[in-house]
């Protein structure tokens, strides 16, 4: 494709004014004529929209399951859209269509998603990409201790336009982290890195002792640090720079609750969030201090609540998550991720979006447009729109 000279685009009285557009209209623009597609894709128009629109736009939740117990890979992946005018949501099931093989994702960080081949696979890849302008890179797993489907790679990349080099964005980093057991009986997580800038897998020095597990939202990444939630009311949290790991408890065990308690965790305003529902309701904190381990509660709504909004939604909402008193017994209302103040959350067998700024609840899919072969353990990750190129200039 011939790539439109910068001092060109620049001159340009029409490169001045679409760089102030957000990436959601001008993904559609692309399709406008030849002239704007070479536009909007050019490297320096990127930076300049970046310069000029700095908050990235979530564009939606990427849904995906595995089976608990078996080694195989679910193929399918759905992307439930945000902002949609109709009741439900936009459902994409073509979002990775662009990739050379079925993938499983891993994580995402300002546009950019990490994933990784199907398992069984005799020779799996990473591929790091970004789906609203379908560019890719492939990267060699780092095969010194071999497959583990239940790992994750956190995805950190920190381009500012106002800061960093032009050549900055294309560098990102992962962080694959693995529990390990020792000769005692002991667990612990190891963290290998890689960097876009040298181009290879080299394995950190720190070790994290754990017990828990990794659960849901994995790798979520807010100002250097790496964000994993366990299931042992813990998140694991790396720092990239530093390399160094510790554990930062959540607000509220699960212990307290008379039920078992869902959670998740997410960004929004560059701060953790954690979510909770239980039989008291939807409770959301923010992590007000690293150090300290200090979380502020910013979000409250019961469950009575929730019924009076939406009846046709939530009937006999508190009574049905009262039920849940194992571990056995799947969760009724199912927290799945958080993003800029927006839940996805599964009740019943409908996936909704709520708002917890504007208070509106949204219908997004029930678990029949998901088209999955289960609904026992979903990974699911937001995904915010950006032209953020990986391929060279």
């Known amino acids: 494709m011939k790539r439109v000279h910068s001092r060109f685009l ?22 406008v004529s030849k002239e704007w597609h070479r536009m909007i894709s050019n490297r320096s128009f990127v930076i300049a929209q970046l310069k000029k629109n700095k908050d990235v736009v979530l564009g939606g939740f990427i849904f995906q399951e595995k089976f608990m117990w078996c080694n195989e890979d679910i193929k399918t992946v759905t992307y439930i859209g945000v902002g949609e005018k109709k009741m439900r949501s936009k459902v994409d099931q073509m979002v990775f ?47 010194s201790s071999g497959y583990d489907r239940n790992e994750s790679i956190g995805l950190a990349f920190d381009y500012d336009p106002l800061k960093n080099s032009d050549d900055a964005i294309n560098r990102f980093k ?56 366990t299931d042992g009311d813990q998140v694991l949290t790396f720092d990239v720079e ?25 960004e929004s305003e560059g701060r953790l969030h954690y979510v909770l529902v239980s039989e008291e309701g939807l409770h959301v904190w923010y992590l007000e201090d690293y150090y300290e381990f200090k979380w502020t509660l910013s979000f409250v709504k019961s469950l009575e609540d929730f019924e009076v909004q939406c009846p046709q939604f939530c009937r006999n909402l508190k009574n049905r998550v009262l039920e849940r008193v194992s571990m056995d017994i799947g969760p009724w209302m199912n927290p799945l991720a958080f993003k800029d103040g927006v839940l996805l959350m599964k009740v019943s067998v409908y996936l909704y979006l709520y708002d917890i700024n504007s208070n509106k609840m949204t219908l997004a899919c029930s678990v029949q447009d998901l088209k999955s072969l289960s609904m026992c353990n979903p990974t699911v990750i937001p995904h915010s729109l950006s032209l953020l190129p990986l391929c060279p200039a």
């Open 10 to 31: 620049n001159n340009d009285l029409m490169f001045d004014i679409l760089s102030f557009v957000p990436v959601r209209d001008l993904l559609g623009m692309k399709c």
């Open 97 to 143: 269509d662009f990739l050379p093989e079925d993938v499983v994702m891993l994580s995402s960080c300002k546009g950019l998603v990490c994933c990784r081949t199907c398992l069984p696979s005799k020779e799996p890849v990473i591929y790091v990409c970004n789906p609203s302008n379908k560019e890719w890179v492939k990267l060699q797993w780092p095969v």
């Open 174 to 229: 992962l962080v694959r982290v693995q529990q390990v057991e020792n000769f005692e009986a002991e667990f612990y997580y190891t963290f290998e890195l890689y960097s876009s800038g040298c181009g290879a897998w080299r394995k950190s020095s720190e070790i994290c002792q754990c017990d828990s597990r990794l659960s849901k939202n994995k790798g979520v990444y807010i100002g250097g640090v790496l964000h994993w939630l």
């Open 242 to 266: 530093k390399e160094l790991s510790w554990l930062i408890s959540v607000p509220v065990p699960a212990s307290e609750f008379r039920t078992f308690p869902e959670a998740c965790i997410g």
